[in-house]
């Protein structure tokens, strides 16, 4: 008898010990970031994210020069290089730069002037702006100081056609694109989950009916239907509207897929044991859809929401780039790269292609956040 | 099976519908219709047309009926093969789109050889060799092409063939084969030229299976199946062909329908990018141009197309798949 | 009958490793045992104690990343005449060689747990047969298929022909067994590891499929060896008895010794712990205390000492014992048999 209570209290003292513990008690939210924790892929790829969004907040902030600021006798110049250290002593500044024709091909050639050398500031002061919507001010990251003008002197991914500074469009830009991007998945989220839950929850005649427009919508090919939505969006629209139909027209294009994974979801939920259980306690539907079965399926949503942006980014970025979806004075990635259409263009001019780097950057980051994201929200992985 | 067949067929005929009636609707969408267009075209050239000229125009072209009757008007010809007539060549839509069609069917076509013949030995390697460095590599350049937009991928292989190969690569024929009619060495030249901007089509399907492929057989060499066949006494190379290979595919099969209109909307920027002369380039060109007949005969074309394509994959994945060809017997 | 002294199946200080990245699993910690040809010996055991990672040892199915560390798997093997030839050591054959496939299925045959998975969903039960058959009897598809029928019809499964063209989903689970059985002996193996084959099975279908494989040892004359947790299976099916802890033999004799005359207190826990019929209303269920460690976090010393109502301090937690005899043909693996 002796014995075999020793034989117990050892044993107890040995789970006691144990750091299980605290997964017992931890939150399912807690679990779901302790997992997305070891994937360093989805880490780093959420800093990634979270920078683009820093853009997003201060676009006009890290932009130099007026983004409409054109001038046509500096147009397609070629980046400047920064230089950080004046001889030996610190200090930035770039090279003025003279402008001039070859009179034998006609075409613009620059001449960097090492003799002139003009300061870049910190925190200078620019083109005048609201920051956040609410503030005025009119300093930049980084400037020109009097008597130069950041328009005229300072272009740190060239300049376009027009003669604007690619550097300052593209945070523009930036801030266009990840917007419409969230907007539009989120419009398509809500579309997937009332449209795929009605489907799966009260399955039917709703299920059969919405189930056959997903198939349908599935089966033709999606690009050419948007196009020609998106060109049917009148021109004369101000840009404000255009942004509001365009990101329409694109969360249009991917609910599908949201809509059919909450169906599923809905579907293998609804009969499970601890729903019917929930029924049989008097609960009333909304209460158990979303106290009962959203948590089981709440982490897997976010997963696929973020999968879908890439998918979102690379259509408005190819609607613009087509000139169907946002046009200029708008800017976004997609109209940007609008300006890098043939190959004679970007033979001659191949900056104009550096747009094409964030909306890479921006798909692969959510991609390997998603899939981060999925791996953690699975109980089963 | 003929259950499965049959359903299969009917809601292909209802997709077919849902994309004419969608067509026609982009046709009427801009604002003005056919006819006030093409009075305001012919203003331009000096040309003037009175009211009771016009009015006739409108109701030759059922213009002043309403929506339904008017779809009505348009299907019945279309199914006859005149598509109406495109503003800007002046000429019936059926001849303006030519073969271009065609193209881009064989486009398409070769795009999903290509996917397969590459996903499905990468996609094993990696399931087999998880966590080898090849497992690795392929998994990165994988990524890469799932980000990559398949334009901006043309782009920059436009580019490198500008610059260093001093070759412009868009086209699908070369200068001297394009007004010749078909036979094996105009064959032979589609095919020579076809095969970069399918390649670069099929890299993000490609990619997006090897995943898929690679999930699916990491689950199924888990499976007792597998150990069964290893005690078996099996060879390890059939073990993972013959077994989980065949059962890992049979998710894929039911995607091979859907890869189809990716793939077909896909080809649509890409050939814009490269100049190829499909579908696509006159699509966008028509849009821009509000040239209506075109776009909407282009746009239900395509859909109608890629449709007929979904449901043979369908018949394919029934024919491969003992699980529905049993229980629908 | 084949003699039964002679060295048919020896696993000596058998040690297996699972290095994973939380640690290294030693899954089997010093195992050995004997099957002597033409009998049946039982492996029982909790789950976990590594009775099964030991068969697949035997045969070099291991699933990755498990790793054959130490011992010797001696076999007699078939001769060329059918005759039982030259015995030889298991591990030092490469596991995907030709040697190693050419027993598997031929001379050691494997049925397992789950029929359901354990066959291919996507090919008919004809198929996987026929596939067993040809790939080590020299046989034409034809000649294939008459065998897979014939064993269809030996393991009591009705109208052969017609489910010789069905899927596995097709199958109740007792025929699905039945089917896996035939295919495991159409080579007619002189050794069939049967690893939990009841287990997933209804208690009817359970009595079934034993009288089965009983009768087929008899007409095969085969030997057997039976992996369960079920003491009642072993009452009934085994000749001798191995009964396993954490990895290793802890005590190993003929079934009416062990069920009898139990040495080792596991062993004894274990039988104490079977209901009985005839026992009062309301009496506890005997149950041994603790719960089996976890993998990374074994005792040391005795890997039982933690729950053994024997334990002596200073003795079973600072060495380990070896196994014994006490009497002829019962070994026993503690200290309380140790030393003299």
């Known amino acids: 008898m002796a014995e075999e209570s020793a034989a117990l209290g050892r044993a107890l003292d040995d789970a006691a010990d144990r750091s299980s513990e605290r997964v017992y008690s931890a939150t399912q939210w807690q679990l779901m970031w302790w997992r997305l924790r070891r994937h360093r892929l989805a880490m780093v790829a959420a800093v990634v994210l979270i920078g683009f969004y820093i853009v997003v907040l201060g676009a006009n902030f890290l932009a130099i020069s007026d983004p409409q600021f054109s001038e046509a006798f500096r147009g397609e110049m070629p980046p400047q290089r920064l230089h950080f250290f004046d001889g030996w002593s610190p200090g930035l500044y770039v090279n003025g730069v003279s402008g001039a024709r070859d009179l034998k091909t006609f075409k613009k050639i620059y001449v960097n002037d090492p003799e002139v050398k003009i300061p870049v500031r910190l925190f200078a002061r620019g083109y005048e702006y609201k920051f956040l919507g609410l503030i005025r001010t009119d300093r930049h990251l980084l400037g020109v100081s009097a008597p130069y003008k950041s328009e005229e002197t300072l272009f740190l991914i060239g300049t376009d056609v027009q003669g604007r500074d690619v550097w300052s469009r593209l945070m523009l830009a930036t801030r266009i694109s990840m917007l419409i991007g969230l907007v539009s998945v989120v419009i398509s989220l809500i579309l997937g989950v009332v449209l795929g839950g009605v489907s799966g929850y009260y399955g039917g005649w709703p299920d059969i009916i919405i189930q056959r427009v997903i198939e349908i919508l599935r089966s033709i090919p999606t690009i050419p239907l948007w196009m020609g939505i998106a060109a049917a969006v009148p021109r004369e629209w101000s840009i404000i509207k255009i942004y509001f139909a365009i990101t329409i027209i694109i969360s249009l294009i991917g609910w599908t897929t949201l809509a059919r994974e909450v169906r599923g979801r809905f579907l293998s939920l609804r009969d499970e044991d601890f729903v019917t259980a929930a029924e049989l306690s008097g609960a009333s539907k909304m209460r158990i859809i979303f ?10 949503i976010i997963a696929s929401t973020t999968l879908a942006l890439p998918a979102i980014i690379i259509s408005e970025t190819s609607l613009s780039f087509l000139g169907l979806g946002l046009r200029p004075p708008a800017i976004s990635w997609g109209v940007m790269l609008q300006a890098a259409q043939n190959v004679q263009t970007i033979a001659l001019t191949p900056w ?9 950057g921006a798909v692969l980051a959510f991609n390997f956040l998603g899939d981060g994201l999925r791996d953690a929200a699975d109980p089963y992985g | 099976m003929l259950g499965f067949i049959i359903r299969r067929l009917l809601l292909s005929l209802l997709t077919i519908f849902a994309v004419s009636v969608i067509s026609f609707a982009i046709i009427q969408l801009p604002p003005g219709d056919y006819v006030s267009t093409y009075i305001a075209q012919l203003l331009t050239s000096g040309e003037v047309i009175d009211e009771t000229e016009a009015a006739n125009l409108r109701a030759q072209y059922g213009l002043d009926s309403p929506f339904p009757v008017q779809y009505y008007k ?18 019936p839509v059926g001849d303006v789109i030519g073969d271009r069609l065609a193209l881009t069917a064989a486009l398409a076509f070769v795009s999903i050889v290509f996917t397969w013949v590459l996903a499905i030995p990468i996609g094993v390697y990696s399931a087999v060799k998880q966590y080898s460095v090849g497992d690795y590599v392929f998994t990165f350049i994988g990524f890469l092409g799932l980000a990559i937009p398949n334009f901006l991928l043309a782009l920059v292989l436009l580019y490198f063939g500008f610059v260093y190969l001093d070759a412009n690569i868009g086209g699908l024929f070369s200068p001297g ?7 094996p060495a105009k064959v032979w030249d589609l095919l020579t030229h076809l095969w970069l901007p399918s390649l670069i089509l099929a890299v993000a399907g490609t990619a997006q299976l090897i995943r898929v492929l690679r999930a699916n057989m990491l689950d199924e060499l888990r499976k007792p199946y597998v150990v069964t066949a290893r005690a078996k006494g099996l060879g390890e190379w059939r073990v993972v062909t013959k077994y989980p290979l065949r059962v890992a595919m049979n998710p894929l099969m039911s995607t091979v329908g859907y890869l189809l209109p990716l793939l077909v909307s896909g080809s649509i920027i890409v050939s814009i990018v490269m100049s190829l002369p499909t579908v ?27 449709v007929i394509g979904t449901f043979i994959s369908d018949l394919l994945l029934a024919w491969i798949d003992p699980r529905i060809r049993v229980e629908n017997s | 009958m084949s003699n039964q002294t002679e060295e048919f199946l020896s696993v000596r200080n058998l040690v297996t490793h699972f290095p994973l990245d939380e640690g290294t699993v030693v899954a089997v910690d010093g195992a050995s045992f004997d099957v002597q040809a033409g009998m049946t010996l039982g492996i029982v055991g909790e789950s976990g104690c590594g009775k099964s990672v030991a068969a697949r040892s035997i045969l070099r199915i291991l699933d990755k990343p498990g790793v054959i560390v130490d011992g010797e798997i001696r076999f007699r093997r078939r001769s060329a005449n059918g005759e039982l030839g030259e015995v030889v050591d298991l591990t030092t054959y490469d596991a995907d060689g030709d040697e190693m496939r050419s027993i598997r299925g031929g001379e050691i045959a494997y049925v397992f747990q789950e029929p359901m998975t354990s066959f291919s969903p996507v090919h008919t039960i004809g198929n996987q047969l026929m596939e067993a058959i040809l790939l080590h009897r020299n046989v034409s598809k034809k000649e294939a298929e008459e065998i897979a029928l014939d064993m269809l019809r030996q393991v009591g499964i009705p109208l052969p022909e017609e489910r010789i063209r069905q899927y596995s989903f097709e199958l109740s689970g007792g025929l ?14 002189s050794l069939l590891i049967a690893d939990e084959p009841t287990t997933a099975l209804d208690v009817t279908t359970q009595a079934q499929i034993l009288e089965l494989l009983q009768n087929l040892q008899k007409d095969f004359g085969m030997a057997v060896m039976l992996i369960t947790h079920d003491l009642g299976v072993i009452a009934e099916m085994a000749d001798n008895v191995v009964v396993m802890y954490l990895g290793k033999v802890v005590e190993s004799a003929p079934v009416d010794d062990i069920f009898h005359n139990p040495k080792h207190p596991y062993t004894k826990a274990l039988l104490e712990s079977i209901p009985r019929v005839q026992s009062g209303s309301r009496e506890k269920l005997a149950s041994i205390t603790g719960s089996i460690p976890h993998p990374y976090d074994r005792p040391t010393g005795c890997a039982f000492n933690p729950r053994c109502p024997a334990f002596m301090e200073g003795t079973c937690d600072v060495g380990e014992p070896e196994l014994t005899n006490v009497e002829s043909n019962h070994q026993v693996s503690c200290f309380l048999f140790q030393g003299g």
């Open chain 1, 291 to 300: 106290r009962h079965m959203a948590p089981s399926f709440l982490s897997h």
């Open chain 1, 352 to 360: 104009l292609m550096v747009p094409a780097v964030p909306v890479i």
């Open chain 2, 74 to 91: 348009w299907v019945s010809s279309a199914i006859q093969g005149d598509f109406g007539l495109s503003m800007e060549y002046q000429r």
């Open chain 2, 177 to 183: 084969m394009v007004d010749q009619p078909y036979g």
């Open chain 2, 280 to 306: 696509g380039p006159m699509l966008l060109r028509s849009l821009l141009a509000q040239d209506m007949f075109l776009a909407g005969t282009i746009i239900m074309l395509i859909g109608v197309m890629t």
């Open chain 3, 176 to 189: 699905r067994q039945r089917a896996m059985i035939a295919m495991a002996l159409s080579c007619n193996p």
